[in-house]
């Protein structure tokens, strides 16, 4: 069960290549990572599933359906990136709502997933609370929450604990893999932390240059010889 595959895949920045020629098909509901460090393709490759960069060549099939050329926000993708981009002004439940109320929902099914996907993420009782009031492991997953809500197929989520400190990040690692478990949600996870990866993926993609030069399980790439 193939759930987004990229086959023979190059992204170029105008002339300058970025990705040459990647393959790669990511299972549906698993959690996998791209790893490696800063400059080896993963941002690019994220921004090309997300549909924020037109592949030069190649294509990209989600869920059975070709999207190299569908618009980002009709490929049923949730994005989450370092930096939170939430609506300072608006309240934690308007925040997660908000993509919802885009979509013309009624308004107690709006409420009714609102509610579900705070309490998902674990921030019940949070819901009147603007961002700034909020503290970073909260705020990422309100993040995380509002992306949820919208039920996509694929979550990419970019470097999403680079900014939050050790305790923090070692509470979204297991907060993830908890809503992850109980989503289904397939997803995508940038970073350039081995250990994260480790803790984190089912699979983990080592690319480097733009290429793939790993690819399995945490257990198939570093278990002891
Ligand atoms: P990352 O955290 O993924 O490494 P960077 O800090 O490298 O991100 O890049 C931040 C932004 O700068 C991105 O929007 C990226 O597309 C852009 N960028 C990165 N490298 C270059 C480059 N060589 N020339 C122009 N823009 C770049
Ligand atoms: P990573 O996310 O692994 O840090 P990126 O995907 O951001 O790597 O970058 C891959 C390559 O593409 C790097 O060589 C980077 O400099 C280049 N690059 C990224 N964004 C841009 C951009 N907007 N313009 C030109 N080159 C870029």
Redo the contacts with the bound molecule.
């Keep these: 069960e193939k759930y987004v595959s990229l086959r023979n895949l190059t992204l170029s920045?105008g002339k300058t290549v970025a990705v040459p020629n990647l393959n790669l098909d990511v299972v549906e509901g698993e959690l996998i990572a791209l790893l490696g460090p800063?400059?080896c393709g993963?941002?690019t490759t994220m921004r090309a599933i997300a549909g924020l960069l037109t592949p030069t060549s190649g294509t990209i099939v989600i869920d059975g359906r070709d999207v190299t050329r569908v618009a980002a926000n009709k490929r049923g993708i949730g994005l989450v990136f370092?930096s939170y981009a939430l609506f300072p002004h608006l309240s934690a439940f308007e925040n997660v709502a908000f993509g919802l109320r885009l979509q013309k929902m009624p308004e107690t099914e709006i409420r009714q997933r609102t509610e579900a996907g705070i309490a998902t993420v674990g921030l019940a009782g949070f819901e009147k609370r603007k961002p700034a009031e909020m503290s970073g492991g909260q705020q990422q997953r309100l993040a995380l929450a509002r992306s949820l809500v919208m039920e996509p197929k694929v979550l990419l989520l970019?470097?999403p604990l680079s900014n939050l400190d050790a305790r923090l990040r070692l509470e979204m690692r297991t907060e993830l893999q908890r809503v992850q478990k109980k989503t289904g949600v397939t997803m995508v996870f940038v970073t350039h932390d081995q250990s994260e990866a480790l803790a984190l993926a089912d699979r983990i993609v080592l690319m480097k240059d733009g290429k793939i030069e790993q690819l399995g399980t945490p257990h198939q790439l570093y278990a002891e010889p």
């Design positions: 920045y800063s400059g993963k941002t370092q970019d470097e």
